[in-house]
C-alpha cells in the first residue's frame, strides 16, 4: 500500500472535478460540525464489480461474495484512514431477502440489481478533522493478483493528475421542471397509520416505521449530481453519499448510522428514533430539544428499536460485549433535532463484516419490532417497493473494517423515475396527524415537501 499526502482541499472542490469519472462514488461526511463524521472519501475507476439480484440463500450469496471480495486483499498503512482501498457499494430494501428469512415482497422489484459492490484500489481520503488529504493505492488490477507498487505509484500519479487537470460544475443546480408528486396524499397515510396501530392492538407488533412515495420526471445524471452539492449544504448530514451504479444513481442525505466495526472488530450501531423541528429563535429551538428528550412517544420508540439491536448484535458477537452506551441523547441537525442511541460489541472472532450487515440489515429504526412482522406490515401498507431507501451504503476496508449508512432522506434515481421516500415510526401512541407532520418534515429539506405538486392542487 502506497500513500501520498496532498494539500487540503474540500471533498466538494475535488467531487465536481471527479464526478463524471467511471465508477465515481463519494461516502460523504457533510456534517460540518463533526458531530457525526471525521471522514470523507472519493473513489474512481474500480478495477472489479460485484452485482446480486436474486433470492438465492443466505449461503450462497456470502460464499460468492468472499470469493468476489478475497482477490482484493492487502495489507494496510498503521495509523492511515479507516478506509484505504476495498469495496464500495450499497444494498437495497430489495436485498433485505437475502438475510431476513421468509420475506417475500409483494411488489415489483425497483431495479433488476437489488445490491452492488466494486472494488477500488485507489481512494481519496478526507480527514476533515485534521484538515489532511491522502491518496492511497495498493496497485490491485480485477485480476486477483499480488498488489504492484508499480502500478500504485501510476494510479496515484493518474488521480492527481486528473484532479488538476479536470473543471467541475459550480453553477446553482438549474431546475429541470415537474415538481414532485407524493402517494398516498395525506388521507390516505392517516388510513395507512391506523392499520398499523390496529397491528398493534392485535398484538402483531410493537412498532412499523410507514413511509410516504414522492415521485418525478427521471433526471440527467448531471442534474443529480448538481442537485445532491446543493442538498448537501442544506442537510449537512454526517453519513451522506452519492454514487453512479449501473442501474441507478444514489444521492443519500443520511444523518443515520446503521453499523460500524473496526478492524479489531470493535462494532457501534447508532439508531435514529424521535424528530422534532429546530426554531431559529434560541429559546424555542432549546425547548423544542427538551421536549424530545422527554417525549414519551419518541422515546418508547427509540428504545424499543435499542432492544432490536441488542438482539441483531447478539447474532454475531461475543454476548457479553453487547452494552448500550449512549441512550436517547439529542442531536442536532440545520433543521431538525433527533433522538440517537448507541449499542456496542465486540465481534466473535468466526465472524466478518458480510455477518454483521447481514445480522442487522435492514435497520430497525426503519423496520420496526419484531422485524419479520413489521415488514410484512409496511410491504402490505406502502405502495411500492421501498428500492434504495432504507438500504444501506457504505464500505468493507482491505483490513475487514466496515461502516455502512441507512438510506433515508434519499433520491434513488432510477431510468424511468426519481423516487424520495419520507417515513415515521407508527406506535399505539402515534397521532395520525403528528406522523404526516413528521413524514413531511423530514422530507422539507430535500425535496421541498410544502411545494409539491400534490400540495398545489
Keep these: 500500500m502506497l500513500r501520498q499526502d496532498m494539500p487540503w482541499q474540500e471533498p466538494a472542490e475535488l467531487a465536481r472535478k471527479l464526478h463524471r469519472q ?231 442525505l443520511s444523518p443515520e448510522r446503521l453499523v460500524t466495526m473496526t478492524s479489531d472488530g470493535a462494532v457501534r450501531a447508532e439508531p435514529i428514533k424521535g424528530t422534532a423541528r429546530r426554531s431559529s429563535d434560541p429559546y424555542q429551538d432549546q425547548k423544542a430539544a427538551e421536549t424530545l428528550a422527554a417525549s414519551e412517544k419518541d422515546r418508547a420508540e427509540n428504545i424499543m428499536i435499542v432492544d432490536l439491536l441488542r438482539n441483531d448484535l447478539s447474532r454475531v458477537c461475543q454476548p457479553e460485549s453487547i452494552r448500550v452506551s449512549r441512550l436517547c441523547s439529542v442531536e442536532p441537525l440545520p433543521n431538525l433535532f433527533h433522538l440517537v442511541s448507541t449499542i456496542e460489541g465486540k465481534l466473535s472472532p468466526d465472524k466478518d463484516a458480510v455477518d454483521l450487515l447481514g445480522a442487522v440489515f435492514p435497520g430497525g429504526s426503519i423496520t420496526g419490532a419484531p422485524k419479520l412482522r413489521a415488514m410484512e406490515i409496511i410491504d402490505q401498507l406502502e405502495p411500492a417497493a421501498r428500492g434504495a431507501f432504507c438500504g444501506s451504503f457504505g464500505y468493507i476496508s482491505h483490513d475487514g473494517a466496515c461502516d455502512f449508512n441507512i438510506m433515508i432522506r434519499t433520491i434513488d434515481h432510477l431510468p424511468e423515475e426519481d423516487r424520495y421516500w419520507s417515513g415515521a415510526g407508527i406506535t399505539l401512541l402515534s397521532d395520525a396527524a403528528a406522523e404526516w407532520d413528521e413524514v413531511r418534515l423530514k422530507a422539507e429539506r430535500i425535496i421541498g415537501a410544502a411545494r409539491t405538486a400534490a400540495d398545489e392542487a
Design 22 to 252: 467511471p465508477g465515481f462514488v463519494w461516502l460523504d461526511s457533510a456534517d460540518a460540525g463533526l458531530h457525526q463524521g471525521r471522514y470523507s472519501y472519493i473513489a474512481i475507476n474500480p478495477v472489479s464489480r460485484f452485482q446480486w439480484g436474486g433470492r438465492d440463500s443466505v449461503a450462497e450469496f456470502t460464499a460468492a461474495f468472499r470469493n468476489w471480495r478475497n482477490q482484493f486483499q492487502t495489507d494496510v498503512i498503521s495509523g492511515g484512514a479507516p478506509f484505504q482501498g476495498g469495496v464500495i457499494g450499497y444494498a437495497s430494501y430489495e436485498a433485505a431477502g437475502i438475510w431476513v428469512r421468509d420475506f417475500r415482497s409483494r411488489h415489483a422489484s425497483s431495479c433488476d440489481v437489488s445490491l452492488e459492490f466494486s472494488a477500488y484500489d485507489t481512494v481519496l481520503a478526507f480527514d476533515h478533522q485534521a484538515q489532511s488529504l491522502s491518496v492511497y493505492a495498493a496497485g490491485l488490477t480485477g485480476r486477483g493478483y499480488r498488489p504492484d507498487p508499480q502500478l500504485a505509484r501510476q494510479n496515484i500519479t493518474q488521480l492527481v493528475a486528473s484532479i488538476s487537470d479536470s473543471d467541475g460544475p459550480y453553477g446553482v443546480c438549474e431546475d429541470e421542471g415537474t415538481d414532485w408528486s407524493i402517494f398516498p396524499e395525506q388521507a390516505g397515510y392517516t388510513e395507512r397509520v391506523s392499520a398499523t396501530r390496529e397491528a398493534i392492538l392485535d398484538g402483531e407488533i410493537y412498532q412499523a416505521n410507514i413511509a410516504a412515495l414522492w415521485t418525478r420526471r427521471s433526471r440527467s445524471a448531471e442534474h443529480a449530481f448538481r442537485e445532491y452539492l446543493d442538498l448537501r449544504n442544506k442537510t449537512q448530514a454526517g453519513f451522506s453519499a452519492f454514487g453512479a451504479f449501473s442501474n441507478r444513481t444514489i444521492a443519500c
